[in-house]
């Protein structure tokens, strides 16, 4: 194997709608991922697509958002494994987001009107 042998292909073909980046919010992609594709086993990832550094990243590597290149638990034998991990995972982030907000902004729901 050689350091520029391709590991990661992008699905281009119709899949099923995956749910934005849960932390960052920009579309995210369907990808294999392999060290074999001719023998495989070959496993199926849906990726942020947001690899841009920003302020205070400042390494070559875990550059961009978090998700751009996902822990172990993304990685799935099947296409509709991969997306249904996903969309579970950023309705789920986005849900506990939400309600902690909703929670953290009942002070000023309940506030009673200034005179
Ligand atoms: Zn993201």
Not at 24 to 42: M, N, R, T
Not at 64 to 82: K, Q, T, V
Not at 84 to 102: D, E, F, S
Not at 103 to 113: A, S, V
């Amino acid at each position: 194997m050689t350091l520029s042998q391709e590991l990661y292909k992008q699905v281009t073909e119709d899949h099923p709608y995956l749910e934005p980046c849960p932390v960052c919010g920009v579309a995210a992609e369907l990808w294999q991922y392999s060290k074999d594709f001719k023998d495989g086993p070959i496993q199926k990832v849906v990726m942020c697509t947001n690899g841009e550094r920003f302020d205070p990243q400042d390494c070559v590597q875990g550059e961009g958002c978090l998700l751009y290149m996902p822990p172990d638990s993304f990685y799935r034998g099947r296409i509709i494994e991969a997306v249904k991990y996903w969309n579970a995972y950023a309705k789920a982030i986005k849900a506990q987001r939400h309600k902690r907000n909703w929670e953290r902004c009942k002070p000023m729901r309940t506030q009673e009107p200034k005179p």
